[in-house]
C-alpha cells in the first residue's frame, strides 16, 4: 500500500485531481450500495397484477408475489447487514492508494480511464459521472457543457425504451449500454486530445 503523500510524486496537481474525485465517487457507491435493492426484488415490487387473465393464471401470479417477496425481502435484510459488515473496511481502503497506482501513460480521457479505472467498483452511472467529472477537471468547464457523456447515455437510454422497451431500467451493467459509453468515451479522448494541450491547464 502507498500513503496518502505518496500520490503528489506521481501525479501533476490535475491527474491527483481527478484520482480523488474517482475516489469521492467511489465513497459515495459503496454507501449506497449498502441498502440497494436486488434487480429482482425492484421488478417484483413493480409489477402490476393482470386480471384480465385466466383466474388460474392471475392466481398463481398472486401467489407467487406473495411467496417471493418475502423470500426476496429476507435476503435482502442479509444483503443490507452483510453490506453493512464490510462497509468500514471497503471505505477504509479508499483511503489509501494502490501499489499498482501509476499517472496516465496517455495523456488523455483514455488514457486516464485505464490509468485509473481498474482501481474501481462503479456501475455505469458512476462510471460515466466521472468521465464527465474529469473532462470538467482536465479541459474546462465551458468544454464540459458541450461533451456530457452522461446526458448521452440518458438519450440512449430514451431511445432504446421507444423502440420498444429493449433496456432493463434495474440493470446498469448490460452489454449494449456498456458498448455505447466505452464507444462514445474513445470518440471523447479523439475529439478533445491532450488535457496538457488544453487551454483551461495552460492557464493553470
Given amino acids: 500500500m502507498m500513503t496518502k503523500l505518496a500520490i503528489n510524486e506521481l501525479f501533476i496537481p490535475i491527474e491527483q485531481t481527478c484520482f480523488e474525485l474517482a475516489v469521492k465517487r467511489e465513497r459515495s457507491f459503496l454507501w449506497r450500495q449498502i441498502f440497494a435493492l436486488t434487480p429482482t426484488l425492484m421488478r417484483l415490487l413493480s409489477v402490476r397484477l393482470n386480471w384480465h387473465m385466466h383466474p388460474l393464471l392471475s392466481a398463481m401470479q398472486l401467489f407467487l408475489l406473495i411467496f417471493l417477496i418475502p423470500l426476496l425481502g429476507l435476503y435482502q435484510i442479509f444483503l443490507i447487514v452483510f453490506r453493512g459488515i464490510f462497509f468500514p473496511f471497503c471505505y477504509m481502503k479508499t483511503c489509501f492508494h494502490p501499489s499498482g497506482l501509476a499517472a496516465p501513460g496517455e495523456k488523455n480521457i483514455t488514457g486516464m480511464h485505464n490509468a485509473f479505472s ?18 470538467q477537471v482536465l479541459y474546462g468547464s465551458k468544454l464540459q457543457q458541450g461533451y456530457s457523456l452522461s446526458r448521452e447515455l440518458n438519450n440512449e437510454k430514451d431511445r432504446l425504451l421507444n423502440l420498444g422497451g429493449r433496456w432493463d431500467p434495474y440493470l446498469d451493467d448490460q452489454g449494449h449500454l456498456k458498448n455505447f459509453v466505452n464507444h462514445r468515451r474513445e470518440q471523447l479522448s479523439r475529439r478533445l486530445g491532450h488535457y496538457l494541450n488544453s487551454s483551461a491547464n495552460r492557464r493553470s
Fill in 118 to 135: 481498474r482501481y474501481f467498483r462503479f456501475n455505469l452511472e458512476n462510471h460515466v459521472g466521472c468521465i464527465d467529472d474529469w473532462v
